[in-house]
């Protein structure tokens, strides 16, 4: 890995600090000391780190972000110790100075063999950034100098040089890093395809007296065509790296012939209701532009998918909605708006799909109309030349075609298909770029290097059965969450160069390509959605029209009638059912039942018959009369205070008739004079109240308490809004006890915990909204 990318982080990280921005210079200089690790270690050496954290609990959210970290660095054999921090602008210069050294030694031992062990500290400070202190510091330059650590005094270091053998049981072994693709090791991926593009040599290459680096063959494989295997060759005939693949694509293939053997298939999955993603993915000026778009005497993959996609959309019964962003610099632009507005943020449902807020959306008329629109938003996205590409995509372009039920909003598609036109890495040395060319080129590598530790985790997920993948440490790959390792299927075009310049480039890529081509998407089977889709109708064709006058209505149900208000059209299915608080009338969900209307959705809220906890059961059965009366299959369930207790009820009972919870404490959002007088009287609600249902309605006993059995067999994820606030002021860090009393009840509930002290009825709308 290049040095740039390591002091660009670091001087990130010194920015973050000067304007008092402590969790994103943490952020920041992890992602360095990361970067530094590979670099220095490669996947062959022992390693270790040391991780500072503090025993205060004003420190709580660093300590967990610390430990956290420990995690992430899996090879951590060393125990935790504490150490005294240093002044940042000090640790990042000398940081800075000891990478380079480091670097610098650990490039001279590139033709040895691997060190016996290399050890490395990193240490997280009490404040809130990540620093070094000065004693490893003074190990960084040993290091750099090929040296073992010093022994400390004792009572110090807990490192031997060299590390003695293991002689107690360690965790499961790491896969170490895959050297074969899926093909190759025989394995064949239904879900996720690799093919390689190579570009012929331009002539400033031909030239410049530059080489074919490749040679292409068939191999033996039970499948037509076979897939094929694309060696690289130095100068001197040695073998720098050999692949296998589902094809390979020289410059005997036409735009025509490519489309045909990579994605045509995949048009009549999408047209299915199955999520599709196509991306190209390669070094500057491979042609990944040229695959995607092309020209327009001889289009590429987007304008013949197009064409096949309206050919067949008839017969699907289904509408057509397409979006158009470029990401720049870690930022999402709208390519459709005229003012390529940038306030859009992706969100993300409960079954993992992601969709971008605010975007600009249109329905499709025809292939040709999407493409001149296409071809607009392409001149409002970022390019420049530099010394590898005259004209050089800056960002990242990701069209995004949307198959909707007609009526239906883009929001809510049956099926997605991301068509992603990714800007080339590249390496500064050679581009030649400075200034703000300089700035995306760190942009698009930092992106892709997260693109690259998504697919490794994945793969790496597959032994240890851990489930966290890193999507949203980038804009790029938190849109591509479904495509890379979700309910999708992929065909990944890698582009390389024949250039013998650009081989170092090229073998990066097809590693990556191999590496990917060990993902497993976990795509949705259609006969498992067709048979929820039949049942909800089932369901929906016994339900009764609902008429409300002035935003209230009595309905008769069969244990007796019951008092609705809210909104109600009976057009659309996003349909959200609100429960109130214990003895409080549904005029208290007023404000929030408006914002929801706003958003498009179809609003209820109930007036149960419960006046007490112990009447919950007479809730149950009312509620789901009233599912049944309204023909309700799966809504969306908020509950508030006694009302999210319901709500967990419910969903414990009828689990199939819930689509989401979103659970809030209301009643402890409280100002300073209420909290103190809240204090004041013993008035527990401040914690909880209600949530202590949880707890079979005792408070907990002990850090991090066990469910009670009112909460036995909860297993599904929630949004868990609770204010976190210390005597009525903001607790933005959620170190205070009303925020740990949280943490515990979000846990038991599986919840997404959301701070809502400072929400408004509009923002918590929009938080229920991205459910339905």
């Not at 400070?125 to 070094?132: C, E, I, L």
């Not at 008035?683 to 079979?696: E, I, K, P």
């Not at 205070?736 to 997404?752: E, F, L, P």
């Amino acid at each position: 890995l290049e040095l740039t990318n390591i002091a660009t982080e670091l001087l990130k990280a010194s920015e973050c600090h000067k304007k008092g921005m402590p969790y994103k210079a943490q952020k920041a200089m992890a992602t360095a000391a990361q970067l530094y690790f590979c670099a220095c270690c490669d996947g062959q050496a022992r390693t270790g780190a040391v991780v500072t954290i503090s025993q205060s609990p004003q420190h709580g959210f660093e300590t967990w972000f610390s430990l956290r970290y420990a995690e992430q660095l899996a090879a951590c054999r060393v125990p935790l110790k504490r150490v005294k921090p240093q002044p940042m602008d000090r640790v990042l210069e000398e940081a800075v100075k000891a990478a380079e050294a480091a670097s610098a030694k650990f490039a001279e031992w590139d033709d040895r063999q691997p060190q016996s062990c290399v050890q490395w500290k990193c240490f997280v400070s009490q404040s809130g950034a990540v620093t070094n202190s000065s004693e490893t510091l003074d190990l960084l330059h040993r290091l750099a100098e090929g040296a073992p650590p010093e022994a400390e005094e004792e009572g110090g270091s807990d490192l031997e040089w060299p590390p003695p053998p293991a002689t107690q049981p360690r965790r499961t072994k790491r896969a170490g890093p895959l050297k074969k693709s899926a093909l190759e090791m025989g394995k064949t991926n239904e879900h996720f395809s690799v093919f390689i593009r190579v570009r012929p040599l331009l002539g400033r290459e031909t030239r410049a007296g530059s080489k074919n680096c490749f040679t292409i063959a068939d191999i033996d494989f039970p499948t037509e065509p076979p897939p094929q295997r694309i060696t690289v060759r130095a100068a001197d005939d040695t073998v720098k790296g050999s692949y296998v693949f589902n094809r390979v694509f020289d410059d005997s293939y036409g735009q025509q012939d490519v489309y045909q053997a990579s994605v045509q298939r995949y048009v009549a999955d999408f047209l299915d209701g199955i999520n599709v993603t196509i991306f190209a993915y390669g070094q500057t000026g491979t042609g990944k532009t040229h695959t995607i778009a092309g020209p327009s005497d001889d289009p590429g993959i987007m304008s013949r998918t197009l064409s096949d996609v309206f050919v067949g959309l008839g017969a699907s019964g289904k509408e057509l909605y397409y979006e158009y962003v470029q990401i720049y610099i870690d930022e999402i632009k709208d390519l459709l708006a005229e003012d390529g507005r940038s306030d859009l943020k992706p969100m993300e449902r409960r079954d993992g799909s992601v969709f971008v807020q605010n975007i600009t959306s249109h329905k499709a008329v025809s292939a040709e109309k999407i493409l001149e629109d296409v071809e607009a938003g392409g001149k409002r996205r970022a390019t420049r030349g530099h010394d590898m590409n005259a004209s050089s995509s800056r960002s990242h372009a990701v069209l995004m075609l949307r198959l909707v039920e007609p009526g239906g909003e883009a929001s809510r598609a049956v099926a997605s298909m991301f068509v992603v036109d990714l800007a080339g890495s590249e390496r500064v040395e050679r581009s030649g770029v400075t200034g703000k060319a300089f700035e995306e080129a760190v942009a698009i590598n930092s992106s892709l290097l997260c693109l690259g530790r998504v697919v490794v985790t994945l793969i790496e997920n597959q032994n240890s059965g851990s489930s966290f993948v890193p999507y949203k440490e980038s804009e790029l790959t938190y849109i591509l969450k479904a495509g890379i390792g979700g309910n999708s299927k992929t065909a990944l075009i890698a582009c390389v160069t024949q250039a013998a310049d650009s081989m170092s480039e090229s073998v990066n890529t097809l590693r990556f390509a191999m590496q990917a081509s060990h993902v497993k998407n976990k795509v949705e089977k259609k006969e498992a959605r067709d048979a929820a889709d039949a049942a909800a109708a089932v369901i929906a064709e016994k339900g009764h029209a609902l008429s409300l006058t002035d935003g209230q209505a009595i309905v008769e149900l069969s244990n007796g009638p019951m008092e609705l208000h809210g909104h109600w059209t009976g057009l659309s299915d996003r349909v959200v059912v609100l429960l109130p608080g214990l003895k409080l009338e549904p005029s208290t969900l007023k404000g929030l039942s408006d914002a929801l209307a706003t958003k498009g959705c179809e609003v209820l809220v109930p007036n149960l018959p419960g006046n007490a906890e112990k009447e919950l059961d007479a809730d149950m059965s009312a509620l789901f009369a009233l599912f049944d009366w309204l023909g309700l299959a799966q809504p969306v369930v908020y509950g508030q205070d006694w009302g999210a207790i319901r709500a967990c009820k419910f969903k414990l009972l009828h689990p199939k008739r819930v689509k989401f919870v979103v659970l809030e404490n209301r009643k402890s959002k409280m100002d300073e004079k209420a909290s103190k007088e809240a204090m004041r009287r013993g008035d527990m609600s401040v914690f909880g109240g209600a949530f202590q249902w949880f707890f079979d309605g005792a408070f907990p006993s002990q850090k991090d308490p066990p469910p009670g059995n009112n909460m036995k067999g909860w297993k599904w994820k929630t949004d868990f809004l609770w204010p976190c606030h210390n005597n009525g002021k903001p607790d933005v860090r959620k170190t205070g006890s009303v925020a740990k009393m949280g943490q515990w009840y979000g846990k038991i509930a599986k919840g997404n915990m959301i701070d809502s002290f400072s929400l408004t009825d509009d923002d918590i709308a929009t938080q229920i909204a991205s459910h339905c």
